[in-house]
């Protein structure tokens, strides 16, 4: 079993809706999770992380933890084309990151 | 703000070639972490370095090596170069071990032919 899951397949969304993605992990230890997104043949990019269970909102996005199930979520509020992409789900472990194999977000005008 | 600068951007080499891979991370920050990324692939942890010491070891092929040197920056050596070493690789580098936060650099893309 991989360490970081993201079964979503591609997501389609219209403009101005909500794209919601899922992540689960399997190392209950882990305390530090991230979001990154990445463009085609561009290097990823950090847009929220959260180390406590909870929701966590910067802007349009909204990061959601729930350690007891090994669970993270990311919202994307208000989606616009711009926020096509793929986005990657990264849990910290001993000093590096363990990436999910992400979900493609398209966000249709 | 300054940001981790990778360098070339683009290698093409041939096989059975040697590569090499630089990497100068954000101003202050002490960890650099190198990451493959190969065609429709999520980035898999190579190695890092913390302080100029190997901190961490993952899927790194032993054809690589990679040191941080006194001005931190990293360099990543590829040698007896195969097809299948054809990908993006990234560095990062974050402000300390654990749980800091990684930044990536913008990568090189390695195509070997």
């Known amino acids: 079993q991989k360490e970081v899951e993201q079964n979503s397949g591609p997501l389609s969304v219209p403009e101005g809706a909500i794209a919601s993605l899922n992540c689960t992990y399997s190392?209950?230890?882990?305390?530090?999770f991230f979001w990154y997104r990445q463009y085609s043949g561009k290097s990823p990019e950090l847009i929220m992380f959260?180390?406590?269970?909870g929701d966590k909102e910067d802007g349009r996005f909204t990061a959601q933890l729930n350690k007891a199930s090994q669970y993270v979520s990311l919202l994307i509020r208000d989606s616009q084309p711009s926020d096509s992409a793929t986005y990657l789900c990264?849990?910290?472990?001993?000093?590096?990151?363990?990436f999910g194999k992400g979900n493609q977000v398209v966000v249709i005008p | 703000a300054a940001g981790v600068i990778q360098s070339p951007r683009h290698l093409i080499k041939e096989k059975r070639e040697t590569a090499t891979l630089k990497c100068y991370p954000i101003?202050?920050?002490?960890?650099v972490y190198w990451y493959q990324q190969g065609p429709g692939q999520d980035p898999q942890f190579l190695i890092s370095?913390?302080?100029?010491?190997?901190?961490d070891k993952g899927s790194i092929p032993d054809r690589f090596s990679a040191q941080q040197f006194s001005d931190y920056h990293s360099e990543l050596n590829m040698s007896s170069l195969e097809l299948g070493d054809s990908a993006l690789y990234f560095c990062?580098?974050?402000?300390?071990?654990?749980?800091?936060?990684?930044?990536f650099g913008a990568g090189t893309r390695l195509s070997v032919l």
């Open positions: 959260i180390y406590s269970n």
């Open positions: 101003p202050r920050h002490d960890t």
């Open positions: 990264a849990v910290d472990g001993n000093n590096r990151l363990a």
């Open positions: 190392d209950r230890g882990s305390q530090s």
């Open positions: 370095f913390y302080e100029k010491m190997q901190s």
């Open positions: 990062a580098s974050s402000a300390g071990q654990g749980a800091d936060i990684q930044y």
